[in-house]
């Protein structure tokens, strides 16, 4: 089946500084793109969804300065964490659609720890 | 919007014997419904899916799902357990091939040896 690779799989950052998660579809184009967050023992958060070449669109309460999400090609997605702070600290998840027959798959998640 | 519930926060069981898992979802005029499980500090295994026809699903490792239209539920059961099914799983929802999955709380299944 179709993969996702999210790259890097766990990051330790220092509270202040950006951290950059990239998500791959790696044998299919997807024109849509999902991030999730998941905090300890807890479902799975919509942050936002992002489209090959226009603006991510945002869920309620996340904020679109602190999480910018980039969609560049087919088969790229990043999240990037602006000045993350402890309270950023979650596992990240994106998920990809395949373009066509909308076969949704997903990435094995990236943890973010900002100490 | 769309919304699903997991009833059972925990379920511990035996090895070797049946469970379910319960879902239900909020009604709408159409629905794709899924099974998804995930093992400590990885990403989500798609078990099973039920997009249209046989109401009655077949997955990954022995699980099967049912959807119930009148009962606004997609219930996941396997007749009997291992060890190695011990994980979290959750069940999601979209309306449309467009619109993102939305997940409920998550069960958490526990095999007792």
């Known amino acids: 089946g179709a993969v996702v690779s999210q790259h890097p799989s766990r990051v330790i950052c220092k509270s202040g500084t950006s951290v950059k998660i990239e998500c791959r579809s790696l044998?299919?184009?997807?024109?849509?793109m999902f991030w999730y967050r998941q905090f300890p023992k807890q479902s799975l958060m919509l942050m936002a969804t992002?489209?090959?070449?226009?603006?991510?669109?945002?869920e309620q309460g996340v904020e679109k300065d602190k999480f910018l999400i980039n969609h560049a090609s087919l088969t790229l997605s990043t999240l990037t964490v602006t000045s993350a702070h402890p309270e950023d600290s979650s596992f990240y998840i994106c998920?990809?659609?395949?373009?066509?027959?909308?076969?949704?798959?997903f990435g094995e998640g990236s943890r973010l720890t900002v100490l | 919007a769309q919304s699903v519930t997991q009833l059972d926060s925990q379920v511990p069981v035996f090895e070797e014997a049946p469970v379910e898992l319960r879902c239900n979802y909020s009604?709408?005029?159409?629905?794709?419904l899924f099974w998804y499980v995930q093992y400590p500090n990885q990403g989500l295994q798609l078990l099973l899916k039920?997009?249209?026809?046989?109401?009655l699903v077949k997955g990954i490792n022995g699980f099967e799902a049912e959807f119930n239209k009148s009962q606004t539920s997609f219930h996941l059961r396997k007749p009997s357990v291992h060890i190695s099914d011990t994980a979290e799983y959750f069940c999601a929802v979209t309306n449309s091939g467009n619109t993102p999955l939305v997940f409920g709380k998550g069960t958490r299944l526990s095999v007792i040896a």
């Open positions: 009604s709408s005029v159409s629905v794709y």
């Open positions: 998920s990809a659609r395949e373009q066509g027959n909308g076969e949704l798959f």
């Open positions: 044998d299919f184009q997807a024109t849509t």
């Open positions: 039920y997009l249209s026809g046989s109401t």
């Open positions: 992002s489209n090959e070449g226009s603006k991510a669109t945002y």
